[in-house]
C-alpha cells in the first residue's frame, strides 16, 4: 500500500467525521465543497477534520481511488464512505444524515 493511501485509511479511521475537500471549512474553494460544510455545520458536528486536496495532488488523486468515486468531496463517518455533496444533500433533507453524525459521537 502506498504512503498516501496508508494516509488516508488512518485519517478515516482516527477521526470520527473526515471531508476531503477542495480548499478549508474555512476557506472553501468550489462550491460543492462548500455545501458539504455548510449541511454538516447544519448538522451540528463538531468534531470534523478536513483535508484539502488541492494541496496534494497524491492525495487528491489517491482519495478517488481509495473510494472508487470520481470527485471531491467526499465524507467519511466513523471510517465509511458516505459519498459526495449530492449525496450528502439527499441524507440530510431525510434526516439520515444527522442520525449517522449522532450516532459517530461528531455532534455537540
Known sequence: ?????????ETVTSNPVVLFMKGTAQFPQCGFS??????LKGCGVTKLV??????DEDVR???KDFSKWPTVPQLYVAGEFVGGSDIMTEMDQSGELKKLLTD????S
Open 61 to 63: 488523486q489517491g482519495i
Open 34 to 39: 462548500g455545501k458539504a460544510i455548510q449541511i
Open 104 to 107: 459517530a459521537d461528531a455532534t
Open 1 to 9: 500500500m502506498s504512503d498516501v493511501q496508508t494516509f488516508i485509511r
Open 50 to 55: 478536513t483535508v484539502n486536496v488541492l494541496e
